[in-house]
C-alpha cells in the first residue's frame, strides 16, 4: 500500500478519471452506483451505492468508514457528480479538515495575490492587476485599469471568496455597497472563452482529467486544448505542486491563455 497521500477515494468518478488515476499510481478506491469500472480497480476497491444514498445519509457514513478504515489521504469528486453527492464529499471534506492529506503548495494556488504574484514568472503572463486595501482603494484601482473587472475580496478568515464581475458604473457601485475593508484584488477581465481544466497530480507528475469549455460556441480546437493544457501544467510546476486535484478556471484570449483561478479538484 502506496503513503498516506497516494491512498484515493473517488466518488461518482466517471472513466476517464479513473484512467488518470491509475496511470499516475495512487492507491484507489472507488464509490459508484456502477458495479463495473474500467481498467483495472480491485473488486474489493470498488463500493456500490444507490441512487439515494446522498440523501439518505449513506453516502456520508460510507464515505467517512472508507477513510478511517483504509487511511485515506485525499477524496476527490467526479466532473459529471450531481450536487447532491457534491456536497456530501465537501462535508465530508470539512469534518476531516486537518487529517486529509494537502499539498502545502495548493495554498498558494488558492489564494488570488499569490497566485498573481507566481504568475509573474510564467511564459503566459496574468491580467493586469492591482491589491487594494479598503474598497475605497479597490474603487481607486477599477479607476486605473479600466472596465470591465473581476474583484476578489478576502474576508476575515482569510479566505477568499468567489471573483465578482464588475463591468459597468450599476455593477460597481452595487459591489460596494456590500464590499468590506480588508484586502481585495482587482483585475482586468480578459475576453475570450473560458475553460476548466481539472489535473490529478503525484510525484510531481501531472494528468490533465478533463478540459471543458464553458458555455456554447463552434467545437474546440486541438490546438486551443493544448494551449491551454500547457498553461495549466507550467503554473502546477511553478507552484512546485507534488500531488492533488486540482481545478484551473483559463481564459484562452487572443494573446495566449490566462489563468483566472484555482479551486480544489472535484469539489
Given at each position: 500500500?502506496?503513503s498516506?497521500?497516494e491512498?484515493?477515494?473517488?466518488?461518482?468518478?466517471g472513466?476517464?478519471?479513473?484512467?488518470?488515476?491509475?496511470?499516475a499510481g495512487?492507491?484507489?478506491?472507488?464509490?459508484?452506483q456502477?458495479?463495473a469500472?474500467?481498467?483495472?480497480?480491485?473488486?474489493?476497491?470498488?463500493?456500490?451505492?444507490?441512487?439515494?444514498?446522498?440523501?439518505?445519509?449513506?453516502?456520508?457514513?460510507?464515505?467517512?468508514?472508507?477513510?478511517?478504515?483504509?487511511?485515506?489521504?485525499?477524496?476527490?469528486?467526479?466532473?459529471a457528480?450531481?450536487?447532491?453527492?457534491?456536497?456530501?464529499?465537501?462535508?465530508?471534506?470539512?469534518?476531516?479538515?486537518?487529517?486529509?492529506?494537502r499539498?502545502?503548495?495548493?495554498?498558494?494556488?488558492?489564494?488570488?495575490?499569490?497566485?498573481?504574484?507566481l504568475?509573474?514568472g510564467?511564459?503566459w503572463?496574468?491580467?493586469r492587476?492591482?491589491?487594494?486595501?479598503?474598497?475605497?482603494?479597490?474603487?481607486?484601482?477599477?479607476?486605473?485599469?479600466?472596465?470591465?473587472?473581476s474583484?476578489?475580496?478576502a474576508s476575515?478568515?482569510?479566505?477568499?471568496g468567489s471573483?465578482?464581475?464588475?463591468?459597468?458604473?450599476?455593477?460597481?457601485?452595487?459591489?460596494?455597497?456590500?464590499?468590506?475593508?480588508?484586502?481585495?484584488l482587482?483585475?482586468?477581465?480578459?475576453?475570450?472563452?473560458?475553460?476548466?481544466v481539472?489535473?490529478?497530480?503525484l510525484?510531481?507528475?501531472?494528468?490533465?482529467?478533463?478540459?471543458?469549455?464553458?458555455?456554447?460556441?463552434p467545437?474546440?480546437?486541438?490546438?486551443?486544448?493544448s494551449?491551454?493544457?500547457?498553461?495549466?501544467?507550467?503554473?502546477?510546476d511553478?507552484?512546485?505542486?507534488?500531488?492533488?486535484?486540482?481545478?484551473?478556471?483559463?481564459v484562452?484570449?487572443p494573446d495566449?491563455?490566462?489563468?483566472?483561478?484555482?479551486t480544489?479538484?472535484g469539489?
Amino acid at each position: 500500500m502506496g503513503s498516506f497521500a497516494e491512498r484515493l477515494l473517488l466518488v461518482v468518478p466517471g472513466d476517464e478519471l479513473v484512467r488518470s488515476a491509475l496511470a499516475a499510481g495512487f492507491d484507489l478506491w472507488v464509490v459508484d452506483q456502477r458495479e463495473a469500472l474500467p481498467d483495472a480497480v480491485p473488486p474489493d476497491g470498488l463500493f456500490v451505492t444507490g441512487p439515494d444514498s446522498a440523501s439518505d445519509g449513506t453516502l456520508h457514513a460510507l464515505l467517512t468508514r472508507l477513510i478511517r478504515r483504509y487511511g485515506i489521504g485525499q477524496l476527490v469528486c467526479g466532473p459529471a457528480a450531481g450536487e447532491e453527492t457534491r456536497a456530501v464529499v465537501r462535508r465530508v471534506r470539512r469534518e476531516r479538515d486537518g487529517t486529509l492529506w494537502r499539498d502545502p503548495a495548493a495554498g498558494l494556488l488558492k489564494d488570488p495575490v499569490a497566485l498573481r504574484r507566481l504568475l509573474l514568472g510564467a511564459s503566459w503572463p496574468p491580467p493586469r492587476a492591482e491589491e487594494a486595501a479598503g474598497a475605497g482603494a479597490a474603487r481607486a484601482s477599477v479607476e486605473r485599469i479600466g472596465l470591465p473587472v473581476s474583484i476578489k475580496s478576502a474576508s476575515g478568515d482569510g479566505s477568499w471568496g468567489s471573483p465578482v464581475a464588475v463591468r459597468d458604473e450599476r455593477d460597481m457601485t452595487r459591489w460596494a455597497r456590500s464590499a468590506g475593508d480588508g484586502a481585495h484584488l482587482v483585475e482586468e477581465l480578459v475576453p475570450g472563452p473560458r475553460y476548466r481544466v481539472e489535473t490529478l497530480s503525484l510525484g510531481g507528475m501531472h494528468h490533465v482529467v478533463s478540459v471543458v469549455r464553458d458555455g456554447t460556441g463552434p467545437p474546440v480546437a486541438p490546438d486551443e486544448v493544448s494551449l491551454v493544457r500547457s498553461c495549466v501544467r507550467e503554473l502546477l510546476d511553478l507552484a512546485g505542486i507534488s500531488g492533488g486535484a486540482l481545478r484551473t478556471d483559463t481564459v484562452l484570449t487572443p494573446d495566449g491563455p490566462r489563468v483566472a483561478g484555482c479551486t480544489d479538484g472535484g469539489s
